[in-house]
Nanobody, 118 residues
């Protein structure tokens, strides 16, 4: 599986961005998709994940109520809608995929930079 993330950019605090991550292959529904981020000098942290059917979604507390993860099986794409962005959301965002039933993310996208100005 190859993952291609896009949609990052510069936004003012309070603004919105939508990240996209498109996966290659024909078994998109077999993968739980996740978004992670890494801020400068920080460890990579979990942001959100969605299972293959889209029926199970989980968010980090820091983004709950502001970010929404979704997926489109027809387009093999997972999205992260980010609203009410804060300076502390600034990071490189990565999408990742793990086979349903697996405990680790095996496939990672290249990352997309999100910059939030205060």
């Amino acid at each position: 599986v190859q993952l291609q993330a896009s949609g990052g950019g510069l936004v003012q605090a309070g603004g919105s961005l939508r990240l996209s991550c498109t996966a290659s292959g024909r078994t998109f529904s077999s993968y739980t998709m996740g978004w992670f981020r890494r801020a400068p000098g920080e460890e990579r942290e979990f942001v959100a994940r969605i299972d293959g059917s889209g029926g199970y979604i989980y968010y980090a507390d820091s983004v709950k109520g502001r970010f929404t993860i979704s997926r489109n099986g027809t387009k093999n794409t997972v999205y992260l809608q980010m609203n009410s962005l804060k300076p502390e959301d600034m990071a490189v965002y990565y999408c990742a995929a793990r086979l349903i039933g697996s405990h680790s993310y095996r496939y990672w996208g290249q990352g997309t930079q999100v910059t939030v100005s205060s």
